[in-house]
């Protein structure tokens, strides 16, 4: 089976005509501890940060993952039981349209876009005037650029954007599967840089957030902390905008705008 | 044009016969197709409760009753006339049939017969196969076997399946796909259809507020069931000899 097209609402017609299209990022793996939650709150951040108050759904339950550092922001839901399925999903689309970060751990991946798919979820997102944009961190093992390829093959989803943590690594010999990987990357891909341990140890503090760290309203760090910290943070709130600029300018394109 | 009579029935209960005439009414209201309904688990029908402006609760054995689906089937400005037979009275709903005549004019042509024998997952629900087996020939015989609140079904033994459909010289078999239970619960709470209820339309035609969530997961297993309902002519020919093709009542 080929990888099926990605149809952003404005081709589809529906949806709101803002100036931004609202987005529901789904930040997901089939592996555990490779950077999901990371990656989610630096998504709500940067949303923060340009002011597009984003929600974010923190599926790790009970525990909760992203909980404990944005928790003004964040929703614990359960998605392995319909309540939690309902509280997420008839919020997204019950609600005005809004941008959205779903944390998904990896024991929920398949079982979340079985139920995406079964709920046609996408098309009535879509409808509702979302782009859905899917991150997959993709792990070491092959299997994790197998399922990720599944995913990508999974549905009419609107934007699809592989993951690589170069501080987990990918699969050994990455020129052999350069070909499979550049299949799933054709709207653009995030790397992670490597973060210093004294980093990372910064940022794992409960309720560090990026943006008020960005804001200067958090205790400053050392500077070489507070320095590469910036530079991560630039590089990759720059792809992010690359990704979300390419959906728009996608968009625009298609209605013959631009 | 040739009407069409459909018997929904089992003699064991609670093997969703009503749910499979509801999902039948709902199919054919989709696709446009007139039909007619009667509810004979009187006095308060619960297949009446959801469509209230095309179904008559009936008692079969009241004569005057049986002239109601019987006499009219002809007369009747729809093609389809289902009957949603009680509980434990598919044996004797047959036997009457056989006695006035009606199976043997569904033989000889006069109209399209089905009857569409749920059964569940149980062995006692295998045995009226056999009790029924008389009944059957020159009629479309469908057997639905029913999943829709349960989690699992019992294994079809070849052997064992061979037995019971051994008296049986032809069916077409559907398997009834599982709803999830809340979704099951809710669309019966509000007494809508099933296609309402993904419009997301209330009883009284007002606008809804069901779960997307459930409206999807109903979706699906609508359309699940129409791929089951595809595979049988006797719904299928309803669909090519389309008349009248005003809405449905519902």
Redesign the interface.
Known sequence: MGPCPRISPEQQGGGRRGLVTPKIHVVCSDQARNGKTLLSRIIADDLTLIGREPMIFDAEYPAGGIRAFLPERTRLVDLSKIGGRMAMIDTILGTPPRDYVIDLPCRLLLETFELFDQIDFVGESRNAGFSMIVLFIIDRPFSSLRTARQIYNSGQLDRYVPVRNLAVGHVSDFSQIANLYGEIAEDGEIVLSVLERKVVDFIEQRGFSFSAFLMNRYVQPAPDIRHNLRVFLNDVFAQMREVHGRIEVHGLRRMGLV | MKPTLILVGADKGGVGKTTISRAILDYLARRNIMTRAFDTENPRGTLHRFYPNITEVIDLHHVGDQMKILDTLDTANVRLTLVDLKAGNLGRALDTFEKIGVLEAARAGHFDLGLVHVIGPAIASMDEIGEIAKYIHGINYVVARNFVNETSFFEWDPKTYKRYFARVKEQDEIDIPKL?E?AYEQVDLSGVTFKDFIDNKSADGTAGNF???????V??WCYEIDQEFERLSLLQNLLVQRAPTAAAAE
């Open positions: 999830n809340m779960s997307f969530v459930l409206r999807g997961y979706r699906r």
